[in-house]
């Protein structure tokens, strides 16, 4: 298994902008389409957007996320990112990174994830 490593959460105003790092080891982002996901306090963890291993084909989970979050792939530096602008108080979450599961199994252990917090 790869090793992941989350930053670049914090807390942020509504309508405030973070970009969050995941930089991987041990895999490389190169060989797998990968994903952000999310989980909020008493809730599941979600998929937020994924991203295929070449960069053609991004997803996002709903609407909303589609118009304000983007997901970046940087092969070169085995770094996924993910550009968070407009953010809502629905947004607070602890945010992860890892091989998109819907086309495979989890390449890569978890995290320890990076904490959103969006006040309104």
């Known amino acids: 298994q790869g090793q992941l490593d989350e930053s670049g959460g914090g807390l942020v105003q509504a309508g405030g902008s973070l970009r969050l790092s995941c930089a991987a080891s041990?895999?490389?982002?190169?060989?797998?389409?990968m994903a952000w996901y999310r989980q909020a306090p008493g809730k599941e963890r979600e998929i937020v957007a994924s991203i295929s291993w070449s960069g053609a084909n991004i997803n996002y989970a709903t609407y909303s996320v589609k118009h304000r979050f983007t997901i970046i792939r940087d092969n070169d530096k085995n770094t996924l990112y993910l550009q968070m602008n407009s953010l809502e108080p629905e947004d607070t979450a602890m945010y992860y990174c890892?091989?998109?599961?819907?086309?495979?199994?989890?390449?890569?252990?978890w995290g320890p994830g990076t904490q959103v917090t969006v006040s309104s």
């Open positions: 890892n091989s998109d599961h819907r086309s495979g199994p989890y390449y890569y252990d």
């Open positions: 041990g895999r490389n982002i190169s060989d797998y389409n």
